[in-house]
């Protein structure tokens, strides 16, 4: 039966921490006729599927999906897009919590068809403390996609779980996630936002990102390294296509694509951090692509090397690795003996 809103929480091993995500769904004031909830289990190991079960044994709303393999994230979301029956999308996480900016988006959205409708943040540090995060964007206006994309583009807030999406701006642009890698919603949500006839944004908080040291997300491997570069060229794809519609917004989505991902990658200081196996896995990966659309954003003479001939710099990287930890060791040592 098609409804209001559908939230599509993707899973993978969230025992620890999925009741939590669906209780704080289940605690809006929201009727139970006007949404539903899609689990979509990315073939966990541990308990999640046995608890996600006993929620719809108890809920009709709430309906489990389950992966015969792990595809990650943007395979996860794929599906409960096509599983969907909302009119609107909001795309959780399944160790993070939703507040009542959910419902207060949804009402925006329904009242002013509008296609996509953003709500605040908070983001849970490692301290314990939470840090307000929003768009830059005033509460009474509405914009199309582009208009948004030069005026109030904001990376550092970019992702799928920051509002309510119209299902239909999905379905009809054939706008899927990349499935079977990190990094799978950067350019979807860019992409998302230039095909929106219609933007706003609301006041309230709708979404708490709390920090799970067990996240995909914060684990640094050379296969993470090698999907951020695959974004980076992603990106670089969309802002060429957009052609002179992008302005600021170009200027916004190249400046990520140089330092977050060309230069956090590439930096030597970073590279010397990985294991000897991780940089031989990161090379035989940059060789069999075309990397050129990357060259013009390397900061630094050794990202250009690297962008040109990996497997020079990985050559040179055997030599600079051994040297760069024992100057490591040594000024922990003297750290720690000037400590004493």
């Known amino acids: 039966m098609d409804c209001l809103l559908s939230f599509i929480i993707p899973a993978y091993n969230a025992a620890n921490y999925i009741s939590r995500c669906l209780d704080s769904i289940l605690s809006l004031h929201m009727s139970d006729n006007s949404f539903e909830i899609i689990v979509i289990d990315d073939y966990s190991s541990d308990k999640t599927r046995e608890i996600v079960k006993t929620y719809t044994a108890k809920y009709p709303f709430i309906q489990l999906l389950c ?168 990106l670089i794809d969309f802002v060429t296509t957009q052609g002179e519609k992008l302005q600021n917004g170009k200027a916004m989505i190249l400046e990520e694509v140089q330092y977050r991902y060309v230069h956090n990658v590439l930096r030597l200081r970073n590279l010397s951090k990985y294991t000897a196996k991780e940089n031989r896995s990161l090379c035989r990966a940059l060789t ?29 990287l055997f030599v600079i690795c051994p040297i760069a930890s024992l100057g490591r060791l040594i000024v922990t040592n003297i750290r720690k003996s000037k400590h004493h």
């Open 67 to 234: 992966q015969n393999a792990n595809h990650r994230q943007g395979a996860a979301r794929n599906r409960g897009i096509s599983a969907a029956k909302g009119k609107y999308i909001a795309f959780i996480d399944a160790d993070d919590i939703v507040k009542e900016g959910v419902s207060e988006a949804l009402n925006r959205a329904i009242k002013k068809n509008l296609d996509i409708c953003f709500y605040g943040m908070l983001h849970e540090k490692s301290d314990g403390t939470y840090r307000e995060v929003k768009w830059n964007m005033p509460v009474d206006i509405i914009v199309d996609g582009i208009l948004f994309l030069n005026n109030y583009l904001d990376m550092d807030v970019n992702g799928p779980t920051r509002g309510v999406f119209k299902r239909s701006l999905m379905l009809n642009n054939l706008l899927t996630f990349v499935e079977d890698m990190r990094w799978e919603d950067g350019d979807f949500c860019v992409k998302l936002y230039s095909y929106a006839q219609r933007i706003s944004n609301i006041e309230g908080i709708g979404y708490v990102y709390m920090r799970n040291e067990q996240s995909t997300s914060l684990k640094q491997t050379s296969s993470s390294l090698i999907d951020q570069l695959k974004l980076a060229v992603r």
């Open 288 to 316: 069999k692509r075309d990397l050129t659309l990357l060259k013009p954003f390397a900061l630094s003479f050794w990202e250009t090397i690297y962008l040109s001939c990996p497997s020079l710099a990985q050559m040179l």
